[in-house]
Structures are given as C-alpha cells and as structure tokens.
C-alpha cells in the first residue's frame, strides 16, 4: 500500500483528480471504476473543471460505479445514476451507453448482479478503481463480515450506513435498506486502486485498514491484499496511524518520489 498524507482535504482531493487525469492521459479509454459520496464531490467538481478549461478530456473513458441502492429508478434524485449526471457524466460529455450502475429492484438483483460482472470482464477490467471508506471500514456497499472474495451482489445496509447517508433524502423519504454493490473480489481485480478519506471521523477507519489485521470487521482492509492500492488521506484522516514516521519518510508530505 501507497501511503500519502496531504496537509489538508482539499490537496487530498487534488491529488485524486491528479490521478485519473493521469490515467485517462495514459489511455485515453480507460476503463474506470467510480464511487459517489460527500468524498468524491470536490474530486469530480475538479475533473469538471479542468476537463472545462481544456486541461485534460475524460470523454472516452468507459465506467463502472461500485453501487447502486436497490429499488431507486435512474431518474430518481437520491440515486447513485442521478448523482453521477449531475456532478460528472453530462458536465464532461460521456454518454450513457459509456456508463454502468448496477440499476435493479427487487425482483431482478441476482440477474443484474452477474451481468455487471461480465460487463466488467467484457470491457476487459478495470484499470483504476477509485474508492471511498465508510466510518465503518466498507468499501462499496460491502459492510463489515463481508466476504473477502464476495462478488457483485446484494447487501443490506447496516444502520450506521442508513444513518451516515440520510443527508441526502428528505425527511419523508424511505431511506433504501438494500443497494447491490461491487463485490470485495471484485475490487481487487481491478488492475489499481485509488482511495480517498478525509476528515477525522475516518481516522479509525483508516487505521484498521491500513494498520489492522486483514478481516471481514473492516472490509478495506482486504486491500492489504491488492497490488496496487493508493491511499490518499488528509492530516484529519490520518491522525490514529502508529506508523505515520515511515509514511512520511517514503512519501514526506504525500509527495511520489519515494520507492
Ligand atoms: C459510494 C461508496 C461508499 C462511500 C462511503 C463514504 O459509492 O462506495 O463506500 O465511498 O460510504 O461515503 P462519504 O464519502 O459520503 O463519506
């Protein structure tokens, strides 16, 4: 694991948009897999911005969001599909048929969950995967006792996930119980991961992942097992890590000269 510490959220994020901007110069029909979240908002708004200004074109890229809630239609304000229009797939041009989520209810789950698996494989893999932490170690929707080589499939929320993302729906609305999500397995197919936690309400988190046992109780910390996993953290996030003198030896102030 990649261990770089940025002094605050917004360098943090900077240095994720760094990241895809890198990825889509490389190979400009990247294959990326994307999350929603308070986390990735000002990581898109900058993708937006700089693709705007002419700094980089993120048109051609085919992607895969990590998760959807079950039962909410595209066209639904709160879900994932509506999230990502807004905030990336029309402010950068890239067209539906370039996008997948994993839109089901309740009756189709299982069918939708196997056919996003071989999309995945049919677009050959997912070159970068970038990713956000619950307060309670999940990546995606995998929520703690998780298998660790769990595929695409159903979960149900815990109410701590419930509760962390009812700042989205009005008071009146039914907060969804389940969301068909990208399985841990899944996750570390993919060919490298990105992820972002900012804030002191992910520190513990993020010191079970990186520095905790590897265990189904905090899901990322399976990344422990993947080949390529960055993980971007601001001070706040970062501030229950025991071994923050070797981070900031390999990469002092988040920067990628060390080896
Ligand atoms: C959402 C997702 C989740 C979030 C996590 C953090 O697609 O995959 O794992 O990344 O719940 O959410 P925020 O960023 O809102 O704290």
Do not use: W
């Not at 895809?20 to 190979?27: L, P, Y």
């Not at 002191?200 to 993947?226: I, Y």
């Not at 996030?237 to 920067?255: F, I, K, M, Q």
């Amino acid at each position: 694991m990649k261990i770089l510490i940025l002094p605050d959220a917004q360098s943090a994020s900077r240095r994720v948009a760094d990241a895809i901007t890198a990825q889509v110069a490389k190979k400009p029909d990247s294959v990326l897999g994307l999350a929603t979240g308070g986390t990735m908002e000002p990581v898109y708004t900058d993708l937006v911005r700089r693709a705007q200004s002419g700094g980089c074109d993120i048109s051609r890229v085919t992607t895969f969001n990590l998760d959807e809630y079950v039962g909410l239609a595209p066209g639904h304000p709160q879900s994932y599909r509506h999230f990502m229009t807004e905030r990336l797939f029309a402010p950068l041009g890239i067209r539906d048929e370039q996008t997948h989520l994993p839109t089901a209810d309740a009756g189709n789950c299982d069918q939708v969950a196997k056919d996003y698996e071989r999309a995945i494989n049919e677009a050959g893999g997912i070159d970068l995967q970038l990713l956000g932490i619950g307060h309670n170690g999940h990546i995606g929707f995998n929520e703690p006792t998780s298998s660790l080589a769990s595929r695409t499939r159903v979960k149900t929320l815990t109410e701590r996930t419930r509760e962390a993302n009812s700042r989205y729906f009005r008071e009146d609305e039914e907060i969804p119980r389940f969301a068909i999500t990208m399985g841990i397995g899944t996750i570390l197919d993919t060919a490298e991961v990105c992820l972002l936690a900012v804030g002191d309400a992910k520190a513990a988190a993020v010191a079970a992942m990186v520095e905790g046992p590897v265990s189904a109780r905090c899901p990322a910390s399976a990344l422990q097992f993947h080949r390529k996993a960055t993980i971007v953290l601001d001070e706040a996030a970062a501030s229950r890590l025991e071994l923050r003198d070797y981070y900031d030896t390999v990469h002092p102030g988040g920067a990628e000269t060390g080896l």
